[in-house]
């Protein structure tokens, strides 16, 4: 729980980055599976988690966003979710040394509870499956993240809960309607998710990816709205993608980022660091200007 007291140590930590778009930089092609590198491409994670903290990050989080069974057996791994969840945290943790903080990644299961793909049990296990060898490998909390179902989120923090020992985050993706309200693509607000998530144990919460840092301010402010003392965590895109030269481009610079950091730690947020997009160059401008303020 030491992670928690220096959240709430009244700093603003800073986060790291993408890692999705960092693995295709190092070779991961389509169609591989990007924890499976974990074991066959050690080296080249560990470069990548070393690389935030080399930035400035406070903490990193591990290659497992994929990494539950649901995920892994669309490459014929279910029967290794142990093994590479527990290899991811292990090298974020050699990579972050000490004074430095480690967040277990897990991500959507890709499994509808809505159109009756999954049932809760299963989930629960899924997650349970999952968190648990982070746990082993050495992370400090679970980081459930880009959940846009309410419920899948939940039944996550509370496997996460039951089962481990370290703090769960847990962070919802939202996008921007027309009537510039915020939801999740299953209907959610960010104010409608804050009971039900602390509610199932999660320390931490937030929101990441579907906007850039902009964006962000306004889902800050309005979770703070609901409670004022909970710690939020924000992981934004490097502004919203576009289709350029035939690829899918993030367009904000680490300068353009670094522009809305103080309005982001006056709406509320605690923990700041980036989602796609985002490179070490980003991390280390938010932590060169927050070192500024």
């Known amino acids: 729980m030491e992670i928690l007291k220096h959240i709430g140590s ?5 986060s790291d980055g993408a890692w999705g778009t960092f693995l295709q930089k190092k070779g991961l092609q389509p169609g591989e599976c990007p924890e499976l590198w974990n074991i066959t491409h050690r080296k080249d994670v560990r470069d990548i988690a070393e ?8 903490m990193i989080e591990t ?12 490459f014929g791994l279910a029967d290794r979710v142990a093994e590479l969840n527990r290899a991811a945290a292990e090298i974020s943790r050699e990579a972050a040394g000490s004074g430095k903080w480690v ?36 992370a400090d909390a679970i980081m459930v993240e880009t959940m846009t179902d309410l419920e899948e989120a939940v039944i996550a923090v509370k496997a996460a809960r039951d089962y481990t020992r370290i703090p769960v985050f847990c ?16 209907g959610i607000s960010p104010q409608e998710m804050v009971g039900p998530l602390l509610d199932a144990g999660a320390s931490v919460i937030g929101a990441n ?12 402010r309005e979770i703070r709205t609901v409670h004022r003392e909970v710690p939020v965590l924000v992981h934004a895109n490097a502004g919203m993608p576009v289709y350029r030269d035939g690829e899918t481009v993030f367009p904000e610079s680490p ?15 605690n923990i700041i660091g980036g989602c796609c997009g ?16």
């Open 10 to 14: 009244n700093r603003v930590l800073i």
């Open 51 to 58: 690389s935030y903290i080399m930035a400035g990050a406070d």
């Open 63 to 74: 290659n497992s966003f994929g990494g539950s069974r649901f995920k892994l057996e669309k």
């Open 103 to 138: 967040l277990g990644s897990v991500g959507p299961t890709g499994q509808l509870l809505l159109m009756d793909e999954v049932t809760r049990e299963e989930l629960y296990d899924a997650f349970r499956e999952q968190a648990v060898a982070l746990e082993a490998g050495g």
């Open 171 to 186: 962070t919802m993706t939202f996008d921007r309607l027309v009537t510039g309200d915020y939801r999740t693509m299953m």
């Open 209 to 220: 990816c579907g906007n850039g840092i902009e964006g962000m301010v306004a889902i800050v």
């Open 255 to 269: 300068e353009d980022m670094a522009i809305h950091l103080n309005a982001l730690v006056e709406a509320g947020a």
């Open 278 to 293: 985002t490179t070490p160059g980003h991390i280390a401008c938010l932590r060169k200007t927050l070192n500024r303020e």
